[in-house]
Nanobody
Framework: VQLQASGGGTVQTGGSLRLSCAAS????????MGWYRQAPGKQRELVAS???????NYADSVKGRSTISRDNAKNTVYLQMNSLKPEDTAVYYC??????????????WGQGTQVTVSS
């Protein structure tokens, strides 16, 4: 199983970005999918998550500015981020809890995508 993240980049304050993360491999079911971020010198933190029942959870810092969604047919999770601020600058990682075709369930991480917001 692999997670491939994309969509990062550099934007000005107030701009928008849409991150995508596609899971591939021997997947039977994907439970919770989420996005985390890690800024230099800081711990990795949860940005947003979405369950297989479409229940969502957001960090207070992005609530109202970001929307997480998923396309189960494509095994893909998205993070739409609007009104970006310099403090949103970080490497963003996708995460998915996956039950594979061999009967194992585990957390998987994508490779990270850089988001830079310039002031």
């Amino acid at each position: 199983v692999q997670l491939q993240a994309s969509g990062g980049g550099t934007v000005q304050t107030g701009g928008s970005l849409r991150l995508s993360c596609a899971a591939s491999g021997s997947i039977s079911h994907i439970y919770t999918m989420g996005w985390y971020r890690q800024a230099p010198g800081k711990q990795r933190e949860l940005v947003a998550s979405i369950t297989d029942s479409e229940n969502t959870n957001y960090a207070d810092s992005v609530k109202g500015r970001s929307t997480i969604s998923r396309d189960n047919a494509k095994n893909t999770v998205y993070l739409q981020m609007n009104s970006l601020k310099p403090e949103d600058t970080a490497v963003y990682y996708c995460n998915a809890n996956i039950y594979n075709n061999w009967g194992s369930r585990a957390n998987y991480w994508g490779q990270g995508t850089q988001v830079t917001v310039s002031s």
